[in-house]
């Protein structure tokens, strides 16, 4: 079982910058993808960006250019540079990662998220 830890969220203005940071442990020999998504109070959970082990990144459009997805396969870490914040940015962040099992099922855990406030 993998256990996803996140920290970094907070309470930052319009313009500013945050990190967020997500540790895994548990069986992380079998993650492959890595993320971090989003959810906003009343709306869908969100896709912010993903990561593989190759360091092929993904990024939803409303965040292109402005944040950026690192990864440290050793440490079994991601990390979400937030710059240029908006208040449409303000949500709960979770950090992702897919396993894939050797039977071929697919396996996400999720952490217990970061809260991320942008005031205007």
């Known amino acids: 079982q993998v256990q996803l830890v996140e920290s970094g969220g907070g309470l930052v203005r319009a313009g500013g910058s945050l990190r967020l940071s997500c540790a895994a442990s548990g069986s992380t020999s079998r993650i492959n993808t890595m993320g971090w998504y989003r959810q906003a109070p009343g709306k869908q959970r969100e896709l912010v960006a993903t990561?593989?082990?190759?360091?092929?990144?993904n990024y939803t459009d409303a965040v292109k250019g402005r944040f950026t997805i690192s990864r440290d396969n050793a440490k079994n870490t991601v990390d979400l540079q937030l710059n240029s914040l908006k208040p449409e940015d303000t949500a709960v962040y979770l950090c992702?990662?897919?396993?894939?099992?050797?039977?071929?099922?697919?396996?996400?855990?999720w952490g217990q998220g970061t809260q991320v406030t942008v005031s205007s």
């Open positions: 990561i593989s082990t190759g360091a092929i990144t």
């Open positions: 992702n990662a897919r396993s894939v099992r050797y039977n071929g099922g697919i396996y996400n855990k």
